[in-house]
């Protein structure tokens, strides 16, 4: 009788899971404070990976408040608490070798230790500490606004590089809770100690966390650590729901976005032509074909193989290109942009051949000799990550956060496993439209062009860099 | 019913306590920690700090001390100031059924004052300066003067520092033979100290040891159970300190001598409640991860016990508002029994682009009144807490 009444008792506590994709055992479970834990055995190495997430993140900041969780993750990581301050810390943690980090993004704060497994009992220390104990009070604030400002005035100095960041933000669209991650010094300046510390009191609490160990751990006395180190910790009343990450009903920026900046890096006249695509949300399976299709383009450039050449017209439109694929769980981005010196190009060539080489590909699909080496080459990375527990904790820690649960940790593998050129033209043809494109325009050194910078161009484009490839 | 979830409690802890558990001796334990390896005027120490550190651990994973009631002072947080606010606060947060440890590990200092034939032995803090000790270091004997302002039952200087055997004085506690020895002990007050060695002796630190000689049997003694003599199920304070006399004369070739004093004439003990290896190894292997969950909950609220018979809750599955904002609506996933009361694991509706089944928020608990039903439409059950079924 006892027995039965047990079993039902603990079933209704404690929902346990063993994961069928994940490789060790994983076990879950809630502290009465609502702290969510996850812990998976991988001893194949003695180390451990800690990481901590909370769910918040600049998609939680009003307008009167832009930029404050990127001051308290600063806090946190810079300032840190009475036992742990920051060098300290820092000490410690080179005495056990560790590795560390932290992001503080649209959705999610996350600090993340990869450390011998001796230092296990240290960072369950130092991150429950920072769960209750981080020093914020005027002198940190202005500390920490001191530091933005810093930042921001030598970021500025790249007018390359904040032409970009002006430009994504313009393309953010407008009332909208997904803003700039680097919010102009003025609105830091009006964020208030009391606001700060409200902010960490609410949403930087056990019930608003997920804490993920990845490593060779002994389940039951890590479980009793766990508990001797965070079972404590009172649980916030007050965390404020997640917003809206809909752009339903949402005005949508401007189509252009240009710039004029000078290149630090580069002494010659040069430009850079994007073109920003809103995603779906990281939920769905099509952003992950997506972020496939994202990579593969990325090895075609690197590769320099017929696709590459298809969207550069044989590189006689640009010489080189980058992708990038922001995901969020609101919508997401695609980011092409092509690259020129001498000559910043043809906004309109450029991106008719961008949408038409993606037109293509709608329609043809991917060479399948390049998406075999990429699945290789997946697969590859894999293996390689087996003994990285700290990138393992952190896609867990997306996968809960993110895709809503754990146990699609390795959603995009099984995703790739899958893939065909099918489903490849499928997503080209729903998502990469013109009517869902943004253009940036940056051109860079302008003050640098003379007279004969069009036939220096014309030189050097047909005849020297379109042959030359830095790779080969 | 009641009687039947308290029997299951029960059931659960059986590996914990046997006859007694520290909780049954004390209602809280606190304690003050020092450590302190970078000094301003005086030649820095190697282990010091590690050795804080790792007593803190000791005490907050073995020995039940909360983590909130450990307070520990860091090289140059540990000054003269700092030391002295800290021990106030601690004297005035125990309480009569409270124990106290305080620990330092530092350097140790003797002068001789004035008229006074006998040297005086001072606790170096981070910012000690040693031609003006008395105003800047902590003399020995305010140790007995601070042990006499609190109300703990039970207090402990643990003292890893040079010359430390001054603050110590000769008092007998009771014979182990006595009548009702444990009961005794546990009810009487008790003043006591270990140092780490006599006056004129240094303390010696090893980097084969990465701690103190004192530190390092300190830690075996206690959280190894090594200390524990006579193999019951405690360790006492009395006991440890004859460990440590043994051990760090044997480590240090007698070079150093722990002393082990009572501070008043009060003739308990502290105690640390000892589970020989054998019988803590056989709790662990006996509970599962499911069990072993449940257990240390159950610690946690051991004194919040909250369980209402027939509670109405809503049923997994079904979805209700967020009291706090109305606009959001909550998918119950399941009922979360806690000790401390029930709770949901519950999934938040998220406005973004994805189909609706993928639109849910990750699970988190949220709290039962945290949550409205929907009239006509949220389905709601009551809660049986012996079968953890909603009827």
Same mark, same amino acid.
Request: hydrophobic share 35%.
């Given at each position: 009788m006892i027995y039965?009444?047990?079993?039902?008792?603990?079933?209704?506590?404690?929902?346990?899971?063993?994961?069928?994709?994940?490789?060790?055992?994983?076990? =879950?479970?809630?502290?009465?404070?609502?702290?969510?834990?996850?812990?998976?055995?991988?001893?194949?190495?003695?180390?451990?990976?800690?990481?901590? +997430?909370?769910?918040?993140? *600049?998609?939680?900041?009003?307008?009167?408040?832009?930029?404050?969780?990127?001051?308290?993750?600063? +806090?946190?990581?810079?300032?840190?608490?009475?036992?742990?301050?920051?060098?300290?810390?820092?000490?410690?943690?080179?005495?056990?070798?560790?590795?560390?980090? =932290?992001? +503080? *993004?649209?959705?999610?704060?996350? #600090?993340?230790?990869?450390?011998?497994?001796?230092?296990?009992?240290?960072?369950?220390?130092?991150? *429950?500490?920072?769960?209750?104990?981080?020093?914020?009070?005027?002198?940190?604030?202005?500390?920490?606004?001191?530091?933005? %400002?810093?930042?921001?005035?030598?970021?500025?100095?790249?007018?390359?590089? !904040?032409?970009?960041?002006? +430009?994504?933000?313009?393309?953010?669209?407008?009332?909208?809770?997904?803003?700039?991650?680097?919010?102009?010094?003025?609105?830091?300046?009006?964020?208030?100690?009391?606001?700060?510390?409200?902010?960490?009191?609410?949403?930087?609490?056990?019930?608003?966390?997920?804490?993920?160990?990845?490593?060779?751990?002994?389940?039951?006395?890590?479980?009793?650590?766990?508990?001797?180190?965070?079972?404590?910790?009172?649980?916030?009343?007050?965390?404020?729901?997640?917003? %809206?990450?809909?752009?339903?009903?949402?005005?949508?920026?401007?189509?252009?976005?240009?710039?004029?900046?000078?290149?630090?890096?580069?002494? !010659?006249?040069?430009?850079?032509?994007?073109?920003?695509?809103?995603?779906?949300?990281?939920?769905?399976?099509?952003?992950?074909?997506?972020?496939?299709?994202?990579?593969?383009?990325?090895?075609?450039?690197?590769?320099?193989?017929?696709?590459?050449?298809?969207?550069?017209?044989?590189?006689?439109?640009?010489?080189?290109?980058?992708?990038?694929?922001?995901?969020?769980?609101?919508?997401?981005?695609? !980011?092409?942009?092509?690259?020129?010196? #001498?000559?910043?190009? *043809?906004?309109?060539?450029?991106?008719?051949?961008?949408?038409?080489?993606?037109?293509?590909?709608?329609?043809?699909?991917?060479?399948?000799?390049?998406?075999?080496?990429?699945?290789?080459?997946?697969?590859?990375?894999?293996?390689?990550?087996?003994?990285?527990?700290?990138?393992?904790?952190?896609?867990?820690?997306?996968?809960?956060?993110?895709?809503?649960?754990?146990?699609?940790?390795?959603?995009?593998?099984?995703?790739?496993?899958?893939?065909?050129?099918?489903?490849?033209?499928?997503?080209?043809?729903?998502?990469?439209?013109?009517?869902?494109?943004?253009?940036?325009?940056?051109?860079?050194?302008?003050?640098?062009?003379?007279?004969?910078?069009?036939?220096?161009?014309?030189?050097?484009?047909?005849?020297?860099?379109?042959?030359?490839?830095?790779?080969? | 019913m009641k009687i039947l979830l308290k029997y299951c409690f029960c059931f659960l802890s059986f590996g914990l306590t046997q006859n007694i558990g520290d909780g049954d001796i004390y209602d809280n334990s606190w304690a003050l920690i020092i450590g302190i390896n970078d000094y301003e005027n005086v030649p820095d120490l190697h282990y010091a700090v590690e050795d804080a550190l790792a007593i803190k651990n000791m005490l907050i994973n073995e020995f039940n001390f909360s983590r909130n009631n450990v307070r520990v002072l860091i090289d140059k947080e540990a000054t003269q100031s700092n030391i002295n606010r800290e021990m106030s606060k601690l004297l005035k947060s125990a309480d009569v059924n409270d124990r106290v440890v305080f620990y330092f590990a530092g350097h140790g200092e003797t002068e001789a004052l004035g008229l006074e034939e006998v040297a005086t032995g001072f606790l170096m803090p981070s910012d000690a300066d040693v031609e003006n000790l008395y105003f800047s270091a902590i003399p020995m004997e305010d140790l007995r003067n601070i042990s006499k302002f609190s109300k703990a039952k039970h207090m402990l200087f643990l003292v890893d520092a040079c010359y430390s055997g001054l603050a110590a004085v000769n008092t007998r506690g009771l014979s182990t033979n006595s009548p009702n020895y444990i009961d005794k002990i546990t009810r009487e007050n008790a003043r006591q100290i270990i140092t780490a060695g006599q006056k004129d002796e240094k303390v010696l630190e090893k980097d084969e040891w990465e701690h103190s000689a004192f530190t390092k049997n300190l830690i075996s003694g206690l959280k190894d159970k090594k200390a524990n003599s006579n193999g019951d199920d405690f360790i006492t304070a009395s006991e440890l300190g004859f460990y440590l006399q043994e051990k760090v004369s044997l480590d240090t070739e007698n070079s150093q001598t722990p002393q082990v004093k009572r501070l008043t004439t009060h003739e308990g003990e502290m105690i640390f409640l000892s589970k020989s290896e054998k019988t803590k190894q056989k709790t662990d292997d006996d509970l599962n991860l499911q069990e072993l969950v449940l257990k240390l909950s159950q610690q946690l609220n051991n004194s919040q016990s909250q369980i209402q018979n027939n509670q109405i809750v809503i049923k997994p599955g079904s979805i209700g508002l967020y009291a706090r904002n109305p606009s959001k609506e909550v998918m119950i996933v399941r009922v979360f029994y806690r000790p401390s009361g029930l709770a949901y694991v519950a999934k938040f509706k998220l406005n973004i682009e994805a189909a609706d089944e993928l639109s849910w928020s990750r699970v988190s608990v949220i709290e039962l009144n945290d949550v409205l039903e929907i009239p006509g439409e949220t389905k709601t059950g009551i809660y049986n807490y012996n079968t953890g079924i909603i009827d």
């Open positions: 039965k009444n047990l079993f039902f008792l603990l079933y209704s506590f404690i929902l346990f899971s063993l994961s069928f994709s994940l490789d060790g055992d994983v076990h =879950d479970f809630f502290l009465p404070n609502g702290l969510k834990v996850i812990l998976q055995e991988r001893h194949g190495a003695p180390k451990v990976a800690v990481s901590i +997430a909370y769910n918040v993140g *600049s998609h939680d900041e009003s307008k009167e408040k832009r930029g404050i969780n990127d001051i308290v993750t600063k +806090a946190i990581v810079l300032e840190g608490t009475q036992l742990y301050s920051n060098k300290k810390l820092s000490k410690r943690r080179d005495e056990y070798g560790a590795g560390y980090g =932290d992001n +503080a *993004s649209y959705d999610l704060s996350l #600090f993340w230790t990869e450390i011998h497994i001796d230092g296990l009992d240290f960072i369950l220390d130092v991150e *429950s500490d920072r769960m209750t104990g981080v020093i914020i009070n005027d002198d940190v604030l202005e500390k920490m606004k001191e530091r933005y %400002s810093v930042d921001w005035n030598e970021w500025k100095k790249d007018e390359v590089g !904040f032409a970009f960041k002006n +430009a994504l933000d313009e393309f953010m669209p407008k009332g909208h809770p997904y803003q700039s991650l680097w919010p102009d010094p003025s609105q830091i300046n009006s964020l208030t100690t009391k606001s700060c510390l409200s902010w960490y009191e609410s949403y930087y609490s056990p019930n608003n966390a997920v804490l993920v160990i990845v490593g060779d751990v002994k389940p039951i006395e890590t479980t009793r650590m766990i508990y001797s180190y965070f079972g404590d910790i009172p649980s916030s009343d007050d965390i404020p729901p997640d917003p %809206s990450l809909s752009v339903e009903g949402i005005e949508l920026t401007a189509s252009m976005s240009k710039h004029s900046a000078s290149s630090k890096y580069f002494t !010659f006249p040069g430009g850079v032509i994007g073109s920003f695509f809103y995603m779906p949300s990281a939920r769905e399976d099509d952003a992950v074909i997506l972020k496939h299709i994202t990579n593969i383009i990325e090895l075609s450039i690197e590769k320099r193989d017929n696709l590459f050449k298809r969207f550069s017209k044989n590189r006689r439109l640009f010489i080189n290109a980058e992708v990038q694929y922001i995901t969020r769980l609101g919508y997401s981005g695609f !980011f092409l942009y092509s690259f020129n010196v #001498f000559k910043t190009g *043809s906004v309109n060539k450029i991106n008719k051949q961008i949408l038409s080489t993606l037109k293509y590909v709608g329609n043809n699909g991917i060479e399948d000799k390049l998406l075999k080496q990429y699945k290789r080459l997946e697969l590859l990375g894999e293996y390689e990550e087996y003994y990285a527990y700290n990138l393992i904790a952190r896609r867990l820690i997306y996968a809960e956060l993110i895709l809503g649960d754990y146990k699609y940790y390795n959603r995009e593998l099984e995703i790739l496993n899958e893939l065909t050129n099918d489903d490849i033209k499928r997503v080209v043809k729903k998502y990469f439209t013109n009517d869902n494109r943004k253009t940036i325009v940056i051109s860079m050194n302008d003050d640098k062009k003379s007279w004969y910078t069009p036939i220096v161009s014309f030189v050097a484009n047909q005849f020297v860099l379109r042959l030359w490839d830095p790779d080969k | -």
